[in-house]
């Protein structure tokens, strides 16, 4: 039985995203980030719309989301962005992913992992992740040249790329995004002084490829750019982006509450004259904020912005359409997406609930169905 709401990816979208990134990329490969599964857009339709778009890198965090790619059919290389546990390292290893190490525990996981193997590979290829300046996971220089001499005199492994992550590359203004890839670079010259080979050496996310040139280096990490969405309002015209997600539902009931009378829990709005609401089945639960109504969200029904009203509850949430067209039931509510003329961003919700569209994109459930098309072409 369907579900009277649905999450729709437009996957043509995706793959015209991937493309401006890399016309946008000095010439770097391009690697999409596709981990907590495609940031709510579902990891391996984007995968394959991505590769589609040029991509010849997949991002993951966890094994368990490079194993959802492979049992898909997907060959591509699949970077695992931070160390797997030692436990790990063995089926890392069989499903052909790469990992990121950063630790001496790492390194010796990664290599008994291959020794251990039953069809062991003359060398499986790491990547090695320098910390210079986020103050999250990888190895401050000074340790890690330490690590990449371990990596270079094995036999087992081999250094197959170099990187770092930016902390603030989504703000023009400051000044640590140069101060990291100086750094970064001060540790690849290193590794070449000492005649290590750093492999593919990339640094930039998102962010660092719309507003940071000199940081594309071989390869470009691309996350929430490939679903269309900026990483931060001043690079929003940076690239022609396409949002591809749509979240919409439907009214599933309409009624009028008095004048003086309160809606929701807490009855926390309370209308000061009769009034018209439509109730439309999609809650906290599937990843719309119990604030928004509260906040000022908003929703399109034909194509006309409603506002919400009251706190949004587990399960339902209420709009006032007392003005305006009448609203029936089964008509058609747009949350985040286009309807008509009009549109309600993912932007808008993170304004209001002061918060990353990241955030708005990887809470939406997996209990609302997705629906991918194809809309073709994108300019």
Same mark, same amino acid.
């Given at each position: 039985?369907?579900?009277?709401?649905?999450?729709?990816?437009?996957?043509?979208?995706?793959?015209?995203?991937?493309?401006?990134?890399?016309?946008?990329?000095?010439?770097?490969?391009?690697?999409?980030?596709?981990?907590?599964? /495609?940031? /709510?857009? *579902?990891?391996?339709?984007?995968?394959?719309?991505?590769?589609?778009?040029?991509?010849?890198?997949?991002?993951?965090?966890?094994?368990?989301? /490079?194993?959802?790619?492979?049992?898909?059919?997907?060959?591509?290389?699949?970077?695992?962005? $931070?160390?797997?546990?030692?436990?790990?390292?063995?089926?890392?290893?069989?499903?052909?992913?790469?990992?990121?190490?950063?630790?001496?525990?790492?390194?010796?996981?990664?290599?008994?992992?291959?020794?251990?193997?039953?069809?062991?590979?003359?060398?499986?290829?790491?990547?090695?992740?320098?910390?210079?300046?986020?103050?999250?996971? *990888?190895?401050?220089?000074?340790?890690?040249?330490?690590?990449?001499?371990?990596?270079? @005199? $094995?036999?087992?492994?081999?250094?197959?790329?170099?990187?770092?992550?930016?902390?603030?590359?989504?703000?023009?203004?400051?000044?640590?995004?140069?101060?990291?890839?100086?750094?970064?670079?001060?540790?690849?010259?290193?590794?070449?002084?000492?005649?290590?080979?750093?492999?593919?050496?990339?640094? @930039?996310?998102?962010?660092?490829?719309? /507003?940071?040139?000199?940081?594309?280096?071989?390869?470009?990490?691309?996350?929430?750019?490939?679903?269309?969405?900026?990483?931060?309002?001043?690079?929003?015209?940076?690239?022609?982006?396409?949002? @591809?997600?749509?979240?919409? $539902?439907?009214?599933?009931?309409?009624?009028?509450?008095?004048?003086?009378?309160?809606?929701?829990?807490?009855?926390?709005?309370?209308?000061?004259?009769?009034?018209?609401?439509?109730?439309?089945?999609?809650?906290?639960?599937?990843?719309?904020?119990?604030?928004?109504?509260?906040?000022? *969200?908003?929703?399109?029904?034909?194509?006309?912005?409603?506002?919400?009203?009251?706190?949004?509850t587990m399960d339902q949430l209420i709009v006032e359409v007392t003005d305006g067209p009448e609203v029936q039931v089964g008509d058609e509510v747009v949350l985040l997406g286009g309807q008509g003329e009009e549109q309600i961003p993912a932007q808008e919700w993170a304004d209001l609930l002061d918060t990353i569209t990241y955030e708005v994109v990887c809470r939406l459930s997996t209990r609302i169905p997705r629906r991918y098309v194809s809309s073709g072409p994108h300019s």
């Amino acid at each position: 039985m369907p579900r009277h709401a649905a999450i729709e990816v437009d996957l043509s979208a995706i793959t015209a995203n991937a493309r401006a990134i890399l016309a946008a990329s000095s010439g770097a490969q391009l690697c999409a980030v596709v981990k907590a599964d /495609g940031y /709510g857009h *579902g990891a391996v339709q984007v995968a394959t719309a991505a590769l589609d778009g040029g991509a010849t890198w997949l991002a993951v965090a966890l094994v368990e989301e /490079g194993a959802l790619l492979r049992a898909a059919g997907i060959d591509a290389p699949i970077l695992l962005l $931070s160390e797997p546990p030692a436990d790990c390292m063995a089926e890392a290893l069989a499903l052909g992913l790469t990992p990121t190490v950063y630790t001496a525990e790492g390194v010796a996981a990664a290599r008994q992992a291959v020794q251990d193997a039953t069809a062991r590979p003359s060398v499986w290829s790491v990547h090695l992740k320098v910390d210079t300046g986020m103050h999250r996971v *990888g190895a401050h220089p000074s340790d890690a040249i330490e690590i990449a001499r371990s990596i270079h @005199a $094995s036999s087992e492994l081999q250094i197959g790329g170099t990187f770092t992550h930016f902390a603030v590359a989504d703000d023009l203004e400051r000044s640590e995004t140069a101060e990291q890839l100086a750094l970064f670079e001060l540790f690849l010259e290193q590794l070449n002084a000492e005649q290590i080979d750093p492999g593919l050496v990339h640094a @930039a996310n998102s962010a660092g490829v719309l /507003g940071h040139l000199q940081a594309h280096l071989d390869l470009v990490r691309s996350g929430i750019a490939i679903y269309g969405l900026a990483p931060s309002i001043s690079l929003d015209s940076v690239a022609q982006l396409q949002p @591809a997600l749509r979240l919409s $539902s439907e009214v599933s009931m309409v009624k009028s509450v008095e004048a003086n009378r309160g809606v929701s829990y807490g009855l926390q709005h309370v209308f000061s004259k009769e009034a018209r609401v439509a109730i439309v089945p999609l809650g906290y639960a599937d990843g719309v904020d119990r604030r928004l109504g509260l906040l000022g *969200g908003q929703v399109l029904i034909g194509g006309v912005r409603r506002p919400m009203r009251g706190v949004v509850t587990m399960d339902q949430l209420i709009v006032e359409v007392t003005d305006g067209p009448e609203v029936q039931v089964g008509d058609e509510v747009v949350l985040l997406g286009g309807q008509g003329e009009e549109q309600i961003p993912a932007q808008e919700w993170a304004d209001l609930l002061d918060t990353i569209t990241y955030e708005v994109v990887c809470r939406l459930s997996t209990r609302i169905p997705r629906r991918y098309v194809s809309s073709g072409p994108h300019s």
